[in-house]
Structures are given as C-alpha cells and as structure tokens.
C-alpha cells in the first residue's frame, strides 16, 4: 500500500504493513479487508502509537473503526478514494 509508506517514516511503514497484514479474520467482521485496513490507517497522521489504538479498537469492535474512520456508511469506497487521491 503505497499510501501507508508515504504517510508513514520508513521503518514504521513496514511494522503497520505487516500489522495489516496479520490482522485475525475476526477483526473483518465479513466486511473487505482493505475496508478494515484503510480505517486503521486513514485517521493515524502517520504515527505508529495512534495505529496501534486503532487496531487495538478494530479487535474490541471493528464496526466502531469503520465509523471513526469514516468508512462505517455505504458510500465508504467514494470516501476512501477521496482519502487517497485516486480512484482504485
């Protein structure tokens, strides 16, 4: 995700790519991955210390990451194109 090494320092980039990437199925709750992740990256100002918050929200309640994040209604892929700059 080439979003996630733009915001974030190198050498943190890589710890939240592989928390992404390691994330349990139960912290999806069915939704799409990428839904789930991009709310656990979009809010964070680059810093690993508010990530790792919002992966810890995202295993109490997924539902509650995708609404702070912005991405909790049916118009989530619109917003999060809007975040990335460029349609996927």
Partial sequence: ???VESEFPT????????ELRDLP??????QVPERIQ???VI???GDWH??????QLAHSDWRDALVGA?????DWRIRLDAVLGTPR
Avoid at 70 to 74: K, T, Y
């Fill in 1 to 3: 995700m080439r979003w």
């Fill in 11 to 18: 050498g943190s980039s890589e710890k939240v790519l592989e």
């Fill in 25 to 30: 199925d139960g912290v999806f709750g069915g």
């Fill in 38 to 40: 991009a709310s656990l």
């Fill in 43 to 45: 809010r964070t100002g």
């Fill in 50 to 55: 508010v990530f790792q918050q919002w992966v």
């Fill in 70 to 74: 912005g991405l909790g209604d049916e």
